[in-house]
């Protein structure tokens, strides 16, 4: 909605709401007697005060003009800290890497950045804009904005509630690591365990030759002793034969999930202050970590092949929609974007995350480059793309380090604490929301406390399937359908709201409002054309080119079942259909009087709800082609 004070006088309830297509512009226009003194159409959650005693009791109006407390971080740096440690986090150690070993490499990084500037910045930098202004949480900040497009709030929340059931347990794996760093020697450096088959390969030993066990070995057949200590000793996976044959919960998973819930908790259970302390490692530790890493790696024999297939692009890649579309699902879940956090802790990002996408990923294809030398295979044959595949290199470059034991326990605290604060920054979204949503059931003592407990436990009781030794299929089911489609379609629908029904221009006189200057060109182009187009295209095209579910693990190719893509759909829809369900329940059930009246107060800002009851005037809406 442009900034616009022109008001028009209503029209007969009979008539048509006009259309000028001409001008670039949608009326909302009504008779003046639509909203005598008696019948003003107040809605049923307004935030306006009583101008009316015969319309609506003043108790009402007062109990909804109640407002949550608005937490404040300790300081600048913790605030700040904050939004780079949410930033900077597992996503980009452990799901970037994947996505570009999947994706041919090179070929991912043009798609990456294409998103990263025409969608993921401008959308970032909205959503800080959005919380900041309003000073509330990711689903009331639409009552400032487009109240019907409430629906947006609440599918981040619980986008971001489902990705806690799965991204946690990448948590438990790496504090499974953790634990098992403590001794003389790397377990997954060795072939010796009891899991381990004929086929292991311990990086130590010579290809083509026979091992201490007497037994031939050759790069057709061979599979590094990380790998198998990963799928077989972790995960136990070889005791599954699908989805349809999860097995039982792994104890030693299921208490290192157990912890993992147990630490968000207690970040989570008095305020942010108390999650803004974690940060300070965080935020600088993994770069010195990495570098490291990297150093090492780049000394290894075959290291310069594997960051040569990482920096050089396909080309004939580029043509494949699902390259693009795992660009734009990562950039977006890298940064945050879309779950409703950066809203909830309205906070400033200089977007070093993506570097830090960059820099992982030249350490993966480093030590990728490495094992293909070691192994002689093609480096498109050393490892199994897929969630896991951090466990399996990153573990490999270790062992090759002097004092491993030392690296490896700081490198898995690293991951630990890199999950931790994206963890409980997806959690603040959620709890943010329900707590802003239901303020007169939670503003009582030890009622955050309380709110975050139901919401950590039942979070750890819904990700038990991914504990099971046939967990990993759950988690690809989880991971490829929680916040892929359904969050492109989420950031695009919010983008719409504030971009075309809230106004560009009324959005850029409140960030002007609040810091003095208004957004250039670069972001009100992308906020009102290059960014709803780049992700509609995205969206259409997740849709036609849709591929079944494939699991590539040491086994072969599992192909999932009907069934389970179905599952995992209505997974993706369950977030996607609350927007256009709240449009109608707004309008149907929260708003009185006619169609046009519902309408009018559903997509106006509750602050200028006010002026509508007391002028008997529509304000313009107006769809302008201005920037």
Not at 17 to 30: K, R
Not at 225 to 244: P, W
């Amino acid at each position: 909605m442009a900034k616009d004070d022109t008001v028009v006088e209503m029209q007969p309830l009979s008539e048509d709401i006009p259309n000028d297509t001409g001008q670039g512009m949608v009326a909302l226009q009504n008779s003046s007697k639509e909203f005598p003194p008696e019948k003003q159409d107040v809605e049923k959650d307004s935030l306006l005060p009583n101008k009316d005693k015969n319309n609506v009791s003043d108790k009402r109006l007062k109990d909804h003009d109640i407002k949550a407390p608005v937490d404040n971080w300790s300081g600048n740096a913790d605030y700040l800290l904050a939004a780079i440690g949410y930033s900077v986090d597992l996503a980009n150690v452990w799901r970037f890497p994947y996505l570009a070993y999947k994706n041919g490499g090179g070929a991912f990084i043009i798609p990456y950045f294409t998103v990263l500037i025409l969608g993921a910045i401008p959308v970032f930098f909205m959503e800080l804009a959005m919380g900041q202004f309003s000073r509330e949480g990711p689903i009331n900040v639409w009552n400032n904005l487009v109240p019907m497009l409430r629906g947006v709030g609440m599918a981040s929340c619980l986008m971001a509630y489902i990705v806690a059931f799965y991204y946690n347990m990448v948590i438990a794996w790496a504090f499974y690591y953790l634990f098992s760093s403590f001794t003389s020697i790397p377990p997954w450096s060795r072939c010796d365990h009891h899991f381990n088959t004929l086929k292991c390969w311990q990086s130590d030993w010579d290809i083509n030759s026979t091992s201490p066990i007497n037994t031939t070995y050759n790069n057709l057949t061979s599979v590094s002793s990380s790998f198998e200590f990963f799928e077989r000793g972790v995960l136990s996976l070889h005791l599954s034969s699908g989805v349809n044959d999860l097995g039982p919960v792994k104890w030693q998973t299921a208490l290192c999930a157990m912890l993992t819930f147990t630490v968000i908790y207690f970040c989570l259970w008095k305020s942010v202050k108390s999650a803004g302390k974690v940060v300070w490692f965080t935020a600088t530790i993994p770069y010195i970590i990495l570098t490291v890493l990297l150093v090492r790696g780049c000394l290894l024999p075959g290291s310069t092949s594997g960051i040569k297939y990482f920096i050089t692009p396909n080309i004939s890649r580029l043509g494949e929609v699902q390259v693009w579309i795992d660009a734009a699902v990562q950039i977006f879940f890298s940064i945050g974007a879309g779950f409703g956090t950066h809203i909830a802790y309205a906070s400033y990002n200089k977007f070093n995350n993506n570097c830090y996408s960059i820099y992982s990923g030249f350490v993966i294809f480093a030590y990728l480059g490495y094992m293909s030398e070691k192994q002689q295979k093609d480096i498109n044959d050393v490892a199994q793309d897929g969630p896991g595949l951090v466990f399996i290199v990153y573990p490999e470059a270790i062992s090759t380090l002097p004092g491993s034991t030392v690296w490896a326990v700081l490198f898995f605290f690293m991951l630990v604490t890199l999950g931790m604060d994206s963890a409980f920054g997806g959690l603040e979204s959620p709890l943010t929301g329900l707590r802003d949503q239901f303020y007169r059931v939670f503003r009582h003592r030890w009622s955050r406390e309380v709110l975050t407990l139901v919401i950590v436990v039942s979070a750890f009781l819904f990700s038990m399937p991914c504990m099971t030794v046939g967990g990993m299929y759950a988690f690809k089911i989880l991971d490829a359908f929680a916040a892929s489609i359904s969050l492109i379609f989420v950031v695009l629908m919010q983008v719409v709201g504030v971009a075309w029904f809230y106004g560009v221009d009324q959005f850029c006189t409140d960030i002007h409002q609040m810091t003095g200057h208004r957004p250039g060109y670069y972001w009100r182009i992308c906020w009102k054309i290059l960014s709803p187009t780049f992700l509609l295209i995205i969206v259409i095209s997740s849709f036609l080119h849709y591929k079944p579910l494939v699991y590539h693990g040491s086994l072969g190719t599992y192909e999932f079942p009907v069934y389970a893509n179905v599952l995992g759909w209505c997974i993706a829809l369950v977030s996607m259909l609350l927007i256009p369900a709240y449009v109608v329940y707004r309008i149907c059930f929260r708003a009185h009087g006619s169609l046009r009246q519902r309408v009018a107060f559903s997509i106006t800002p509750k602050k200028e709800h006010e002026e509508i009851i007391n002028t008997n005037k529509v304000k313009r809406f107006q769809v302008s082609i201005s920037f």
